[in-house]
């Protein structure tokens, strides 16, 4: 049986935002025969455009295998996956190479930033790396956003691992990518940093209408979404909307996670 949500946007209860990303019937199946293992089962589901989304789950639920599926980073074993009007599920490796460059941001655990280079250089490493030009306007909002106005000219090492991840939210955001995939971003950070990176995701999404998903295991974290979807073996089986850390923990212990 699978589930299907209709996304809302944030700070509403309107039903008719415009989704950034589709999920319908998806499956993911690893291996073959009795060593199958299926990660998704039928997963359907909407992130609105402009909304904060968070997924969880207990471990081994499919959590981070549905954000890579949606990411276009995995191919699905059935099913379609639209980011906007494109289906993912239809590309060659070349196209969907391209779209991801030009369309979609990451943030991940691992804050991969270049050693050598300065957080400036850094934010706008992809854009070189797509021969694109940035739009310095932009580029100045979203540095002011983050609040690194005084870090441009350091180096990784010179920075707290709040600002190291607050770097590379502003390198996923410079490009202008319709939507922002996260996964466990706060992972790696003290609660202080952490709460810092999380305050600037939600800042993005309520000043830039960034569309951002994340895929945490904190309800602390998960509080930051308008939204939260819980998975559990491989399919969407509750949501909440407006959630705190208790109501995200309390929909964690009745899933077993």
């Avoid at 060593?35 to 089962?41: G, I, S, Y």
């Avoid at 050693?115 to 540095?143: K, M, S, Y």
């Avoid at 810092?196 to 993005?204: A, K, M, P, T």
Wanted: charged fraction near 20%; aromatic fraction near 4%; proline fraction near 5%.
């Amino acid at each position: 049986m699978t589930s299907t949500l209709t996304p809302s946007p944030p700070g509403s209860g309107a039903a008719d935002a415009p989704a950034a990303v589709v999920a319908s019937g998806v499956t993911k199946v690893y291996g073959t025969g009795d060593a199958a293992v299926h990660a998704l089962r039928g997963v359907d589901v909407a992130f609105a455009r402009g909304a904060f989304t968070a997924i969880m789950g207990p471990s081994g639920s499919g959590k981070s295998t549905l954000m890579h599926c949606l990411a276009g980073l995995d191919t699905v074993t059935s099913g379609r996956v639209a980011l906007g009007d494109v289906e993912l599920t239809s590309l060659g490796d070349k196209r969907l190479t391209l779209l991801r460059r030009e369309r979609v941001g990451f943030v991940f655990q691992a804050f991969n930033l270049l050693p050598t280079l300065t957080a400036e250089q850094n934010i706008l490493l992809p854009l070189e790396l797509a021969g694109r030009r940035p739009d310095r306007a932009w580029f100045d909002h979203v540095i002011d956003v983050v609040g690194l106005r005084d870090r441009l000219t350091h180096r990784p090492n010179e920075l707290s691992g709040g600002q190291q991840q607050r770097v590379a939210c502003a390198r996923a955001l410079v490009a202008r990518p319709e939507v922002i995939f996260a996964d466990e971003p706060t992972g790696n950070l003290d609660s202080r940093s952490g709460a810092e990176v999380l305050g600037f995701l939600r800042s993005s999404v309520r000043e830039m209408g960034q569309t951002i998903v994340m895929v945490t295991h904190d309800p602390v974290a998960a509080s930051h979404a308008d939204r939260v979807v819980f998975l559990r073996d491989g399919l969407i089986v509750s949501e909440l909307t407006g959630p705190t850390p208790d109501t995200v923990l309390d929909q964690l212990k009745a899933l077993g996670g």
